[in-house]
C-alpha cells in the first residue's frame, strides 16, 4: 500500500498509516487509510467533537425550536452561525441560539437548577416559540445532571411545550460522527410517532440528511412538488419539530447525506418498515439519475422526466460554458464528510477538473471508501489531517482551488491558493441543476480572480507589472482557449439571480388529484 509518510508528522509514526496515495489500478484494499478512530495524540487534530456533530449538524437546523446546551458557553458559541442553515421562518435559529453558562461553581454544586431556570427564561423570551432541543456537553455530564428529568418537570408545568433532550457530550465518539448517531437515535425513541400528520398525496416521503445550507432543501423541495409529492418532513434542514415527529407516515424515506442521517432511516424501516432511497442532489447526472429512481418507486417516471429535460435543456449550456474554462484545473477536495463522495467523480465528469486529493476530518471509514473509489490514480487521501499536514500537501500538490472549510480555507490562502467554502458555501445553493452552475460559476471565479493573480506577488522582491491595464476572469481564462469555443454562441455564463430561494418560495404548483381509495368488499 502506498502510504504517505508527511515530513511534518515524522515525529508520529502512526499518522504514516492515515495518508494514501491511489496508484495505478489500486482498488480499495490497496488504497485505504485508517479512519474513524480515536485521534493520535500529538497530532493537534482539526476535529469537532460528538456534541458539535449532535448540535451544530443535524440540531441546529431544526427551525422551530429554541436549541440551549447545557455547559459552558463555549461549546455554544463554537456551534452558533458557522453553517449557513436558513429556514423560512425569518432564520430563527440562526439568529439566536441559548446556553445556561456553567461556571465552576456549578460544577461543584450541580446545575440542575440552573437549567430549569434557563429553559423557563428561553420560552418566556419567545413565546410564540414552544419547542426546544437540550443538549448535553461533557461538564454537565461528568458531573450526573438529569436533564430529562429536568425536561419532564418543565413539560408537566407549561402543558403546551415540547423539550426533546440529545445526551451527546463531546467525548461521546472520536468526531462529531459520534454525534450524528447519537442524535438520530435519540429523535427516534423519543419523538417519532408522537404526531399524527395530514396526508395530502398518494406519494409521501421523509428527505432525510439535508441542512438547507443556503436553500439546498428548498431547491430539492421545488423538484419533489413538481412531481405531486408531498415532503412529510426534512430531517433536518427548515424543518420544523412536530413535521419531525411524523417521520413514521412516510411511504420513503429518501436519503442525501448518509453518513449523518442514515441511522435513523434505518430505524425507520426496522420500526415501521419504511423503504429507504439514497439519491445524491450535486451534479447533472447524480440529480436525474435520484429524481429518476424516486420517480419509479411510485410509478410516475413522466413526471420526473419532463423536469430532467426541461432543467437540463436550461441550465446545461451555461455549466459547459465553465467546464471548457476549467479543464484539467487542479482541486484538493477537502469537505468533512459526505461531499467528499458526492463531489469526487462529478466534479471532474462534468466540470472538467481535477481532483489531486481528499480528505475528512470526522467522517466514517464509508466516507473515505466511497471517496477513494470515485477519485483518480494519483490522489491523495488523508484521514484526520492537521494543519501542517494540510499546508505540506499544498506545496507538495500545487492545486489550483481548495473546497474545505473556513479554517484550513485561511491556510490555504496564505499558502497563496483560493479556497471555496465547502460546508456552509460561497454563494450557494449548490444543490440542483441552477445550483450546479452556480457552483462552476464560484470555482472559475476563485480560480481566475484578477485579485488573487496579485495577492501571489511579493511586493517586497517580485517586479509588478506595469503595463498590464485593467484585467478581467474572462480575460485571463479564455487567452488560450480555441476561438470556436469562445465565440461558440450556445455556451453562455451563468444568467440566475443572485438569490434564487425568494421566488421558490412564493412559487405555486400544479395539484395532482389523489388517487381513489379502493372500495372495501361488504361481509
Known amino acids: 500500500m502506498p502510504y504517505h509518510e508527511f515530513k511534518v508528522s515524522k515525529c508520529i509514526p502512526e499518522r504514516k498509516e492515515h495518508a494514501v496515495i491511489k496508484g495505478p489500478g489500486e482498488d480499495l484494499s490497496h488504497a485505504l487509510p485508517k479512519g474513524y478512530l480515536n485521534t493520535i495524540p500529538g497530532t493537534i487534530s482539526e476535529r469537532g467533537c460528538a456534541y458539535c456533530g449532535a448540535k451544530h449538524v443535524i440540531g441546529t437546523p431544526m427551525k422551530d425550536v429554541i436549541h440551549i446546551s447545557h455547559g459552558p458557553v463555549g461549546c455554544t458559541y463554537d456551534t452558533w452561525q458557522t453553517k449557513r442553515y436558513i429556514s423560512d421562518n425569518n432564520n430563527f435559529q440562526l439568529k439566536y441560539t441559548f446556553a445556561t453558562d456553567v461556571k465552576e461553581k456549578h460544577i461543584v454544586f450541580g446545575a440542575e437548577g440552573l437549567l430549569k431556570k434557563n429553559i423557563h427564561e428561553a420560552f418566556d423570551a419567545f413565546p410564540e416559540i414552544k419547542r426546544m432541543t437540550i443538549y448535553q456537553t461533557c461538564a454537565t455530564a461528568l458531573i450526573g445532571d438529569d436533564i430529562d428529568a429536568i425536561a419532564q418537570e418543565v413539560m408537566e408545568e407549561r402543558k403546551d411545550v415540547d423539550i426533546f433532550v440529545c445526551n451527546s457530550p463531546g467525548f461521546a465518539g472520536p468526531s462529531q460522527s459520534g454525534g450524528h448517531h447519537k442524535i438520530n437515535i435519540a429523535w427516534i425513541n423519543q419523538k417519532v410517532g408522537t404526531v399524527e400528520p395530514e396526508i395530502t398525496s398518494d406519494y ?61 432511516c434505518d430505524e425507520l424501516r426496522a420500526r415501521y418498515g419504511i423503504p429507504r432511497l439514497d439519491i445524491d442532489g450535486f451534479g447533472f447526472e447524480p440529480l436525474s439519475g435520484s429524481l429518476r429512481k424516486i420517480g419509479l418507486f411510485f410509478g410516475i417516471e413522466e413526471r420526473a422526466e419532463a423536469i430532467i429535460a426541461e432543467e437540463t435543456a436550461k441550465w446545461k449550456p451555461q455549466l459547459d460554458w465553465y467546464k471548457e474554462r476549467l479543464k484539467g484545473k487542479r482541486v484538493c477536495l477537502w469537505p468533512g464528510g459526505s461531499k467528499l463522495w458526492h463531489w469526487a467523480h462529478v466534479i471532474e465528469e462534468e466540470m472538467g477538473v ?170
Open 204 to 264: 409521501v416521503i421523509n428527505y432525510v440528511g439535508e441542512y438547507n445550507i443556503q436553500g439546498d432543501q428548498e431547491v430539492m423541495l421545488d423538484y419533489f412538488k413538481r412531481m405531486g409529492i408531498q415532503v412529510l418532513s426534512t430531517f433536518t434542514g427548515n424543518g420544523s419539530y412536530d413535521g419531525l415527529r411524523a417521520m413514521h407516515r412516510a411511504h420513503l424515506n429518501v436519503l442525501e447525506c448518509a453518513r449523518s442521517a442514515e441511522y435513523i
Open 354 to 523: 481535477k481532483v489531486v486529493s481528499v480528505y475528512t476530518k470526522f467522517g466514517h471509514q464509508g466516507d473515505m471508501e466511497k471517496g477513494i473509489s470515485r477519485c483518480s490514480e494519483g490522489a491523495l487521501a488523508i484521514d484526520d489531517p492537521n494543519e501542517l499536514e494540510g499546508y505540506e500537501a499544498i506545496e507538495m500538490l500545487k492545486p489550483d482551488v481548495i473546497f474545505t472549510g473556513k479554517r484550513p480555507g485561511e491556510v490555504a490562502k496564505k499558502a497563496g491558493v483560493p479556497y471555496l467554502n465547502a460546508h456552509g458555501y460561497h454563494n450557494g445553493p449548490y444543490k440542483g441543476y441552477e445550483g450546479w452552475v452556480r457552483f462552476a460559476r464560484d470555482i472559475y471565479n476563485a480560480i481566475y480572480s484578477p485579485m488573487h493573480q496579485l495577492s501571489n506577488l511579493d511586493i517586497s522582491k517580485d517586479e509588478i507589472p506595469t503595463d498590464k491595464g485593467f484585467v478581467t476572469r474572462k480575460m485571463l481564462s479564455d487567452a488560450n482557449l480555441p476561438v470556436e469555443i469562445v465565440n461558440d454562441p450556445n455556451l453562455k455564463q451563468y444568467a440566475g439571480k443572485l438569490d434564487p430561494i425568494p421566488d421558490l418560495r412564493v412559487k405555486t404548483y400544479p395539484e395532482f388529484p389523489k388517487k381513489e381509495a379502493a372500495p372495501v368488499a361488504a361481509e
